[in-house]
């Protein structure tokens, strides 16, 4: 056994240990999502003091006043002061930081900034925040992945790998949705469809779903009133107008995150607030909200019900859509956790849904039934929020069982994306890694450069092929050199700039000293590395 432990720590997993390893992540990462959605739905009963979550919103309206605005209000001074323990910036990790990891750290994402912020997740859709469990929950089982390649020394691609099962399990005990599962991590996370992936990945995402159904059975999380009816060549255009509406609702939803973070930022820079009390006052706010529209409290899986049911008014759908993007903002703006998924699925379906009503009654007699477009408007808006329409398009049929409709679902999807990645970077994801100068919605060809260090490729000033000394401090005179510390991203402009052929590398001191002449760098050398990187990372994809 011993043996047997440090030959896999040492030359890393055969294939069939690999696949062992797979069914472990998928089965812990499983029931990690499952512990955490059970654990919600038992500290909503307890804060709530109901029974039923399913009926939650409805329930909540029955409630005093002052709970209502009260709880949100803890849940963010918690939430706050498990952050500052955790977390250096106050931000909790999600989607986003899973996709960095697989993108530039081999498949790891921080482990205690990760616990914290499932643990802040948890409380927040505990007590009212309007977000998602998906995003922590991916997070958390990026934690587990990240723990278990350590212990064996993975590489980048066993660890890229290994994180790829890990969120595939979690998603599909999440959502019950092995498929989209599976296709999630290949798609957002991996973002690309390499064979040598597929295999483990499935296999961690069948075990997912597995944990899920030994807990809730085979039933689907929505349940439709009828199989959809669509007159195909006649209505497909409204599915077409309705794919264009959900692209600009999905964006709508995105900026409105974006510019409250700002917001939340200005104002607790100039108030010089701590950043303890953000979450609290964020909660405050959703509790005010909360009190005239329950439906924004957690997930909002009953409102997204009975949208998909037809059981709103247009007038309700339209004012439910509007509340929830300003409640999900305020959510996202407060630093108090949670995913965008379930918000974008309950907006989407509540788009559609009033989109039908509108195209039902226009030409009643060729249009399907209306709740036929809020299930295509909840995978459009969902899927333009995700950047991802394959995946959103498979957990759609998961999530409701209906495989009749694809058709429609597709032409929304299809159109609501195109448009929607024009208009931000890709995707919500990718958009908050770019907010943080980090850029990985170009591909690859982009982000590499940032992977690979100066003092990895330089010569030092020791080697024979080095330039002379006073040729080298020629350039730093003239402000031509890189930090020693510095990746070929700051390097290749320089290169482009100047036409140098070389350039100095330094190590920076003080504001008042001068730099220390360490190494050069090398044009050539540069373009060997980057290419060596873009080498190894298209056969990774291809493989």
């Known amino acids: 056994m011993s043996l047997g432990w440090k030959l896999l720590r040492e030359k890393g997993p055969s294939q069939v240990q690999f696949w062992l390893i797979a069914l472990i992540i998928g089965i812990i990462s499983g029931a990690a999502a499952l512990g955490f959605r059970k654990g919600i739905e038992w500290l909503q009963a307890t804060l709530y003091g109901t029974d039923d979550i399913a009926h939650l919103h409805s329930f909540a309206s029955t409630l005093p006043w002052y709970w209502i605005l009260i709880l949100p209000a803890i849940g963010g001074l918690v939430v706050g002061i498990i952050l500052n323990w955790f977390t250096p910036d106050g931000r909790v990790r999600s989607v986003a930081d899973v996709i960095e990891?697989?993108?530039?750290?081999?498949?790891?994402?921080?482990?205690?900034?990760?616990?914290?912020?499932?643990?802040?997740?948890?409380?927040?859709?505990?007590?009212?925040?309007?977000?998602?469990?998906?995003?922590?929950?991916?997070?958390?089982?990026?934690?587990?992945?990240?723990?278990?390649?350590?212990?064996?020394?993975?590489?980048?691609?066993?660890?890229?790998?290994?994180?790829?099962?890990?969120?595939?399990?979690?998603?599909?005990?999440?959502?019950?949705?092995p498929i989209a599962g599976a296709l999630f991590a290949l798609e957002v996370v991996l973002r690309h469809f390499a064979v040598h992936a597929f295999a483990p990945i499935a296999i961690a995402a069948v075990a997912g779903t597995v944990i899920n159904r030994l807990e809730y059975g085979g039933m689907t999380e929505f349940i439709l009133p009828q199989e959809g009816s669509l007159a195909f060549y006649v209505e497909l255009p409204a599915f077409l107008i309705l794919g264009i509406l959900s692209g600009f609702v999905a964006v709508a939803l995105m900026k409105a995150i974006f510019f409250a973070d700002d917001v939340g930022n200005n104002v607790q820079e100039k108030l010089r607030l701590p950043k303890v009390l953000r979450p609290a006052l964020a909660g405050l706010m959703l509790g005010a909200i909360a009190i005239a529209y329950p439906h924004i409290i957690g997930v909002g899986y009953e409102t997204t019900s009975l949208a998909l049911t037809g059981e709103l008014l247009l007038h309700e759908a339209i004012i439910f859509t509007v509340i929830k993007v300003f409640a999900v903002a305020i959510t996202m703006a407060g630093r108090m956790g949670g995913g965008v998924f379930s918000p974008a699925l309950m907006t989407g379906a509540l788009t559609g849904l009033a989109f039908g009503i509108i195209a039902t009654a226009i030409f009643p007699d060729v249009s399907g039934s209306e709740t036929l477009y809020a299930l295509a408007g909840m995978g459009a808006v969902a899927a333009a929020v995700l950047g991802a329409p394959i995946s959103t398009t498979m957990i759609v049929f998961e999530l409701t069982g209906d495989w009749q409709t694809g058709i429609a679902v597709m032409c929304a999807v299809s159109l609501s994306t195109a448009l929607a990645s024009r208009l931000v970077d890709r995707s919500f994801f990718l958009t908050q890694l770019e907010r943080r100068n980090i850029h990985l919605a170009a591909g690859p060809q982009a982000y590499l450069l940032s992977t690979v260090r100066v003092a990895s490729v330089m010569h030092e000033q020791i080697e024979d092929r080095a330039p002379d000394d006073g040729d080298c401090w020629e350039l730093i005179e003239q402000g031509v050199y890189v930090d020693g510390n510095a990746t070929l991203e700051a390097v290749m402009p320089i290169f482009e700039s100047t036409g140098a052929t070389f350039i100095p590398v330094v190590t920076l001191g003080g504001e008042a000293d001068a730099p220390d002449l360490w190494g050069v760098i090398f044009h050539v050398d540069a373009l060997k590395a980057y290419n060596k990187a873009l080498a190894e990372t298209a056969k990774e994809e291809h493989s």
């Open 101 to 177: 990891g697989a993108a530039l750290w081999d498949g790891r994402v921080e482990k205690r900034a990760g616990i914290g912020s499932a643990i802040a997740s948890f409380i927040t859709l505990s007590t009212g925040g309007s977000s998602g469990r998906e995003g922590p929950v991916v997070h958390m089982a990026g934690v587990v992945s990240s723990w278990i390649a350590t212990k064996i020394k993975a590489d980048g691609i066993t660890g890229r790998d290994l994180l790829g099962c890990a969120v595939a399990a979690a998603v599909s005990a999440s959502f019950n949705a």
